[in-house]
Nanobody, 123 residues
Framework: VQLVESGGGLVQYGDSLRLSCAAS????????MGWFRQAPGKQREFVAA????????SYADSVKGRFIISRDNAKNTLYLQMDGLKFEDTAVYYC?????????????????WGQGTQVTVAS
């Protein structure tokens, strides 16, 4: 499966942004999906994950209550709604697909990755 992220950009502190991840090659419904991010000089970290059907999800504590992960399997697209953005949310955001299960926050479980989209939060 090929994954292409979009929707990143430069926003102000407190703003909202919605990221999208378009999948092609295989049905998105075949995968648990996740969002990860990587800031300069830091390891790639888990942000959120969602099950194949969309019925289950999990979040990193740092984004809980501010970010929402969702998916539209008919459109083969994954989303990340980000509200109340903070400076520490600045990073390259990646979507990833896990062909196995169950839902996981470990980047080592994900089989396919997009190229990333930059999110920068400024004052």
């Amino acid at each position: 499966v090929q994954l292409v992220e979009s929707g990143g950009g430069l926003v102000q502190y407190g703003d909202s942004l919605r990221l999208s991840c378009a999948a092609s090659g295989r049905p998105l419904s075949s995968f648990n999906m996740g969002w990860f991010r990587q800031a300069p000089g830091k390891q790639r970290e888990f942000v959120a994950a969602i099950s194949r059907s969309g019925g289950g999800s999990s979040y990193a504590d740092s984004v809980k209550g501010r970010f929402i992960i969702s998916r539209d399997n008919a459109k083969n697209t994954l989303y990340l709604q980000m509200d109340g953005l903070k400076f520490e949310d600045t990073a390259v955001y990646y979507c990833a697909a896990d062909a196995g299960g169950p839902l996981s926050g470990s980047r080592f479980k994900y089989d396919f990755w997009g190229q990333g989209t930059q999110v920068t939060v400024a004052s």
